[in-house]
């Protein structure tokens, strides 16, 4: 897909997420709409995958770390036909298969995540690995910005430098917002991109809802020889909504009916404009 495609489609899978949300009455609102751009670009143009083949052995991995934003992951998965996305409608349901966070029961996810601070170290194995095998896959790995608070996190940060994993992308959607307020007021992070670097990754800090910055970033991995990738996405928490953007409350709020028309109307309009312009492929 070109950028504007991508940018259009976006927008379609944050229409998506948010009818699944207040369908289900449940749903983390605000992260899946920061990340669905970064998701998009991934999923949709840079990640060698196959829907067909969601087991294949040279196939990308990506682990969404912040795995209570699966939203924007439900909805595209079942975009690009790794499920039925008549399934969307079960989301949280009892006996469905998606639920409330990434469950690797479903074809494309590589491992349950939820409990913060876990999927780096799991991508950092799945990376070495890689080089173990020789293998051409690379592994990519989308953190929260409050997840950068657990340990865990910068016990694999510095594996992936130790073993000089030039195959790994980690990626933050810093929004700098948590479920109880600012990231700078719950545990001060800044200045975040200096930490990353000083444990040996190479650090590119970007728009993280600016589609042509996000793929020129990923289109350009390895950025260097021998070091790991820390793409920081500075995104606006509740992107493409503007009653929910940078609104605490918005962390896990399911739109009530008023909330739900107004937001896609507004998305409707974005979209539109895209079709209008030729841009929908």
Known sequence: MEISA???KATQIRMDLLQMIAQAQTGHTGGSLS??????????????????SPKAADRDRFILSKGHSVESLWS?????GFFPKEELATFSKFGTKLIGHPNNKVPGIEMNTGALGHGLAVAVGMA???????????TYCLMGDGEQAEGSV???????????????????????????????????????????????WHV???????????IETFEAVPAMNGKPTLVMANTVKGKGVS???????????????????????????TFDNYEQKGQVR
């Open 243 to 269: 009653f929910a953007e940078n609104v605490p409350h918005w962390h896990h709020h399911v739109p009530n009916q008023v909330e739900l028309e107004k937001a896609l109307a507004e998305l409707a309009a």
């Open 6 to 8: 991508l940018q259009a």
């Open 204 to 214: 590119v800090s970007i728009d993280g809802n600016d589609m042509q910055a996000l």
């Open 76 to 80: 595209i998965l079942a975009d690009r």
């Open 35 to 52: 990340n669905t751009d970064i998701l998009t670009a991934l999923y949709y143009r840079v990640m060698n995958i196959d829907p067909a």
């Open 128 to 138: 070495l690995a890689a080089k173990k095998d020789s293998a051409a896959y690379r």
């Open 154 to 200: 910068w016990e694999a940060a510095m594996a992936g430098s130790h073993y000089k994993l030039d195959n790994l992308i980690g990626i933050i959607d810093r929004n700098r917002l948590q479920i109880s307020g600012s990231t700078e007021d719950v545990m001060g992070l800044d200045p975040l991109e200096d930490k990353w670097a000083a444990f040996g």
